[in-house]
């Protein structure tokens, strides 16, 4: 119970975060791919303000051997670079340039997102059962 | 004077301070396409999946009601499809999206999440050069 309300808290918190950087707003998302238009920089302070929790969050887990509600953290995983990595982030990519969607703030708009986001959504749930036989 | 970038700094300490309470306190890394395509699939249907992804979309509904929010995405009903089908497959594919290899992955250093992002904001930037400018669509 208290694994599934922390994993809320953060979904909240993750969901906060998106709309105050603006990353539902797909204009901006695109506005960030588009390095020959009027480029918007914004996506790049959002990564970059992540990064300096998550980063702390690294250091601090590095000397823990648990999590708060126990079991170890996520091992580094190898450097093993095959194309489902790098072919699924260029499908990933493309998806991401046509719409200004990524998984986070899709699910995160899905409210106020009207039909469109709700096809994204659809879609995008589908994309995930048709990779499903793919993994490993 | 134009602060996006601001709202865009303070968001992304909001969004980093949720993937380190994941972290820290479930021991998970953050990532909604391993969410989504877990409980799609049925490879991780507990309760942490349910409740991160009721979280994600619960309070931002709550947080519109006081916030009109717009997506302001595209009425073109076969692009979206082909978008989120394009999305869904890859993020799934690579285990991961900007979220999880980026956000919690760089942050790390970890060289799957490096390479990862270098490939999605890659393709993003060519596939955008390409319509806005070559084909001089959307």
Same mark, same amino acid.
């Given at each position: 119970m208290a694994r599934t309300l922390f994993a809320a808290l953060a979904g909240a918190i993750f969901g906060l975060g998106l709309m105050l950087s603006g990353m539902t707003d797909t204009r901006s998302v695109q506005g960030f791919l588009d390095i020959f238009g009027a480029w918007n920089p914004t996506l790049a302070f959002v990564m970059g303000g992540a990064m300096i929790p998550m980063a702390i969050a690294w250091r601090v887990a590095a000397r823990r051997k648990t999590a708060a509600l126990g079991g170890s953290f996520p091992a580094m995983p190898p450097p093993r670079f095959d194309i489902n990595l790098i072919g699924g982030s260029a499908a990933f990519g493309a998806g991401w340039a046509l719409?200004?969607?990524?998984?986070g703030p899709a699910l995160a708009s899905l409210s106020f997102g009207g039909w469109q986001g709700l096809v994204f959504i659809a879609a995008m749930a589908g994309g995930a059962l048709l990779a499903a036989p793919l993994r490993r | 004077m134009d602060i996006n970038w601001l709202y865009g700094l303070l968001g992304g300490l909001v969004i980093g301070t949720a993937g380190a309470i994941y972290l820290l306190v479930? /021991?998970?890394?953050? /990532?909604p396409s391993g969410s989504l395509g877990g409980l799609m699939d049925g490879s991780d249907r507990s309760g942490e999946q349910w409740g991160f992804v009721a979280g994600l979309i619960a309070v931002p509904a709550v947080a519109a009601l006081i916030i009109p929010m717009q997506t302001?995405?595209?009425?073109n009903w076969a692009v979206l499809v082909i978008g989120g089908l394009l999305v869904g497959f890859g993020t799934r594919l690579a285990n991961g999206c900007t979220s999880g290899h980026g956000v919690c992955g760089i942050s790390r250093l970890s060289p799957r999440g490096i390479v990862a992002s270098a490939s999605y904001v890659g393709a993003g930037m060519v596939v955008m050069t390409v319509l806005r400018h070559v084909w001089g669509v959307m």
């Open positions: 719409t200004g969607f990524c998984p | 479930n /021991g998970r890394i953050m /990532g302001y995405a595209t009425s």
